[in-house]
């Protein structure tokens, strides 16, 4: 069963900086050209706060985290990097990644991306929590 994994989730203060990385296992990085992060607050929907377009390298970022939080990939690793600086205690929640073939605009387009029913292989998440 192909998976996207994220990993790198900790307990950390407002203002700090943590790196999720997301490992896609099986097949998934070479079948798939979009990557995206998600996280999920208690009682509250999942959100897509970054996508990647892996064939040109081109990045999506939600309002909610730009500025803030970079995406990157490393494609001799088949890794997504989720570079969170200044983190707010908002940004507490589980964080998830996930793989799909979509094609450009879906990915990355304000507006349109970042909708977690574009996307399979789902895998764990990894828990942010950001103290005050």
């Known amino acids: 069963q192909v998976q996207a994994v994220a990993s790198g989730g900790a307990s950390v203060q407002a203002g700090g900086s943590l790196r999720l990385s997301c490992s896609a296992s099986?097949?998934?990085?070479?079948?798939?050209?979009?990557i995206g992060w998600f996280r999920q607050a208690p009682g509250k929907e999942r959100e897509g706060i970054a996508t990647?377009?892996?064939?040109?390298?081109?990045?999506y970022l939600a309002d909610s985290v730009k500025g803030r939080f970079t995406i990157s990939q490393d494609n001799a690793k088949k890794l997504v990097h989720l570079e969170m600086n200044r983190l707010k205690p908002e940004d507490t929640a589980m964080y998830f990644c996930?793989?799909?073939?979509?094609?450009?605009?879906?990915?990355?387009?304000?507006?349109?991306?970042?909708?977690?029913?574009?996307?399979?292989?789902w895998g764990q998440g990894t828990q942010v929590t950001v103290s005050s």
């Open positions: 099986g097949n998934t990085y070479n079948d798939s050209n979009c």
């Open positions: 996930a793989a799909a073939r979509l094609s450009l605009g879906v990915c990355i387009a304000p507006g349109r991306a970042g909708r977690p029913a574009d996307f399979d292989d």
């Open positions: 990647i377009y892996t064939a040109l390298g081109r990045p």
